[in-house]
């Protein structure tokens, strides 16, 4: 009591002195008694919330939910490029180092064991960027489809790598001794199409040049017709300079890099007239082709030209056959495709699939043939999962790119693509698939951790599919499926509900003010609670002290 007596004689005595023509200080201003700097807060914050509008209020609400939408648009975007929250990626990678978390590119996140050593070995192969066996024309095929529909079926990434391919099959490094190979070898480093061909026909007007007449058998030949004879025209040059340089090769290092690019520019033109042939109705003379070409250069596998045979014998239904060539390359020490995968799985399926039914099977069980075939198609599945959608056509097809990644939706396409005629060609093979591709997922609960016949999913292939498919007209598949990101739910959330509270304050003013304030003072209770309480247990002074600093 004394206390106050002596702070209430003060602010009389500050009022009475006060000189004429000048205003008293504020009774607000003068309180220094201990507590007092919280209590004048208090009401200043009342007599701030007490003068706000309804209006304010609806712009508050108002303004966060554009900021909040605008937020998840670009989440939202970012998220359906590439395939993760930016927000999410951001804190990762840059807010993680700095409050003192683990960089995941540190040397000492990335020792692991041998065995995870060996597991990463095999997602970087298996994320290794493959030519597509069965690659189209692009002047007969590719360019008819951009003609048509004003598309563009072939990304830069796909075309780059294709121009690199050339470059490394085509070239060597002795190509400066003959003009014609000088200027093909810039051409293949061309962007522009008509400048390839332009630079193709130079060549030409010099020389017989067989890389001249492969250029323009792929891009300036409308049909596959056209393209079959430039094709021709190039084997006769490509035989002799091939045999002229396996008499030199052992001569000089020169000579031998000449063999070599000899050998892949021949390899190149008896593939593709065998892929003309059978483009062209004439399967049982591209089968001939194909077996001779693999007869002549065995070692040459990375070529792939297996897979071309196979289709081919696919479309004449000689089985037998189709399994004599499965029982050479889907060998464990060999790498797997899904032509590979999913033909073993349809010769297997072959055999039941005009008799299966899935109520008979579920009451009797799968007979041992049965469960071969199901085993097959798991396997296939766990290989490639985005297959069974385009074989099926639950999904759109596109033309299929100039290079595939295994395992990925771009090879899943390439697959489908020349093999769903097959599939539909066996009674019951696609219902037999639509009953049973489901179940593989049941096995493999955690397929980027760990696989059941393979290595665990690679997780790069969602990175690089949209790199290699043309994603304006074509949704990439991704597997496993990936959960909205939390940031982009939240901030869905948060437009929705501050949306909802400018539309109401909008709406009630007077209601939605009351309820502001009760919300408000509600919130601060539990504050004012506590400043009460440590106002009552620490001393006056030295609350007072703290106050000051």
């Known amino acids: 009591?004394?206390?106050?007596?002596?702070?209430?004689?003060?602010?009389?005595?500050?009022?009475?002195?006060?000189?004429?023509?000048?205003?008293?200080?504020?009774?607000?201003?003068?309180?220094?008694?201990?507590g007092s700097d919280m209590f004048g807060s208090e009401s200043s914050l009342s007599m701030f919330l007490n003068t706000l509008t309804p209006?304010?209020?609806?712009?508050?609400?108002?303004?966060?939910?554009?900021?909040?939408?605008?937020?998840?648009?670009?989440?939202?975007?970012?998220?359906?490029?590439y395939g993760t929250s930016f927000i999410e990626q951001v804190s990762v990678s840059h807010l993680r180092p700095l409050l003192g978390g683990v960089d995941p590119s540190s040397p000492s996140s990335s020792s692991s064991s041998d065995g995870d050593t060996?597991?990463?070995?095999?997602?970087?192969?298996?994320?290794?960027?493959?030519?597509?066996?069965?690659?189209l024309f692009?002047?007969?095929?590719?360019n008819r489809y951009t003609w048509v529909t004003g598309r563009e079926p072939l990304t830069y990434y796909d075309m780059n790598l294709s121009a690199q391919d050339h470059q490394t099959f085509f070239t060597c490094d002795s190509d400066h001794l003959r003009p014609a190979d000088a200027i093909m070898q810039k051409a293949w480093r061309e962007r522009n199409p008509q400048a390839r061909i332009t630079a193709a026909h130079e060549a030409l007007d010099l020389e017989d040049c067989a890389t001249a007449y492969i250029l323009l058998a792929e891009e300036e030949a409308t049909t596959i017709v056209e393209a079959e004879k430039l094709f021709k025209q190039a084997l006769k040059i490509g035989e002799s300079c091939y045999r002229?340089?396996?008499?030199?090769?052992?001569?000089?290092?020169?000579?031998?890099?000449?063999?070599?690019?000899?050998?892949?520019?021949?390899?190149?033109?008896?593939?593709?007239?065998?892929?003309?042939s059978r483009k062209l109705g004439r399967t049982r003379e591209a089968v001939k082709m194909m077996r001779d070409l693999m007869k002549e250069f065995p070692l040459l596998i990375m070529f792939n030209i297996h897979e071309n045979l196979l289709e081919s014998l696919l479309e004449l239904q000689n089985y037998a056959d189709v399994q004599a060539v499965l029982a050479k390359y889907d060998d464990i020490s060999l790498p797997k495709s899904a032509t590979i995968c999913y033909t073993a799985a349809l010769l297997k399926a072959r055999a039941v699939s005009d008799k299966f039914s899935p109520e008979a099977a579920s009451r009797r069980g799968l007979s041992t043939a049965e469960m071969?075939?199901?085993e097959a198609i798991h396997r296939a599945v766990e290989f490639n999962p985005h297959v069974p959608k385009y074989l099926l056509e639950m999904k759109s097809l596109i033309l299929p790119p100039e290079h595939i990644l295994k395992r990925g939706d771009s090879e899943a396409i390439a697959y489908t693509f020349f093999h769903l005629q097959h599939w539909k060609r066996v009674e019951g093979a696609l219902n037999l698939l639509h009953c049973t591709w489901e179940g593989t997922f049941r096995m493999i609960p955690y397929p980027l951790e760990k696989g059941h016949l393979f290595y665990p999913y690679p997780v790069c292939t969602e990175t690089a599919d949209r790199e290699?498919?043309?994603?304006?007209?074509?949704?990439?598949?991704?597997?496993?499926?990936?959960?909205?990101?939390f940031f982009i739910l939240f901030t869905a959330g948060l437009c929705s509900f501050t949306a909802m509270l400018a539309l109401l304050t909008h709406q009630f003013p007077e209601?939605?003010?009351?309820?502001?304030?009760?919300?408000?003072?509600?919130l601060f209770a539990p504050l004012n609670f506590i400043m009460e309480k440590v106002e009552s247990i620490l001393p006056s002074s030295l609350w007072h002290q703290l106050t000051r600093i």
């Open 1 to 34: 009591m004394q206390q106050e007596d002596q702070h209430l004689e003060r602010l009389v005595v500050l009022c009475v002195d006060a000189p004429c023509g000048v205003a008293p200080p504020s009774p607000l201003s003068l309180v220094t008694a201990p």
């Open 55 to 81: 209006k304010f209020y609806v712009a508050l609400t108002g303004t966060s939910s554009l900021i909040s939408g605008l937020i998840l648009i670009f989440e939202w975007w970012y998220f359906r490029k």
């Open 118 to 135: 060996d597991s990463s070995r095999q997602t970087v192969s298996e994320c290794k960027v493959w030519r597509n066996p069965l690659n």
């Open 138 to 142: 692009r002047g007969a095929e590719y």
């Open 244 to 276: 002229r340089s396996q008499q030199l090769q052992h001569h000089a290092a020169q000579y031998e890099a000449q063999h070599r690019r000899d050998t892949n520019v021949l390899v190149y033109i008896k593939r593709r007239l065998a892929m003309c």
């Open 372 to 374: 071969n075939a199901v």
């Open 468 to 485: 290699l498919l043309p994603t304006v007209f074509h949704e990439v598949s991704v597997y496993p499926k990936k959960e909205l990101p």
């Open 511 to 522: 209601l939605m003010g009351v309820f502001a304030k009760a919300f408000l003072s509600t």
